[in-house]
């Protein structure tokens, strides 16, 4: 397969994951509600997605390094929203 291509579908699949996250990060944002988020999904969620970035960071993977530390951002969020507003 085309390395651009493969590229072009890791982007997109990237841009796709970290989207998802969008919606949810706005909600918490707007409401302070986060009662019916896991705790613990967050937790390792955010742990899982530290490690994808340093596995990008260290086979330099374009598409891995940019959805993980946006959605780290996104995700971190909410976390840092899960335990401020419980």
Same mark, same amino acid.
């Given at each position: 397969?085309?390395?651009?291509?493969?590229?072009?579908?890791?982007?997109?699949?990237? *841009?796709?994951?970290?989207?998802?996250?969008?919606?949810?990060?706005?909600?918490? $944002?707007? *409401?302070?509600?986060?009662?019916?988020?896991?705790?613990?999904?967050?937790?390792?969620?955010?742990?899982?997605?530290?490690? $994808?970035?340093?596995?990008?960071?260290?086979?330099?993977?374009?598409?891995?390094?940019?959805?993980?530390?946006? *959605?780290?951002?996104?995700?971190?969020?909410?976390?840092?929203?899960?335990?401020?507003?419980?």
């Amino acid at each position: 397969m085309d390395p651009l291509l493969t590229k072009l579908i890791g982007f997109a699949a990237a *841009t796709c994951t970290t989207v998802a996250y969008a919606p949810q990060a706005i909600k918490v $944002w707007k *409401t302070r509600s986060t009662g019916d988020i896991s705790l613990g999904m967050f937790l390792v969620m955010v742990l899982g997605l530290a490690l $994808w970035l340093i596995y990008g960071l260290l086979s330099g993977d374009g598409p891995l390094i940019a959805s993980n530390a946006v *959605t780290m951002l996104l995700a971190g969020g909410i976390l840092v929203m899960k335990l401020r507003y419980g």
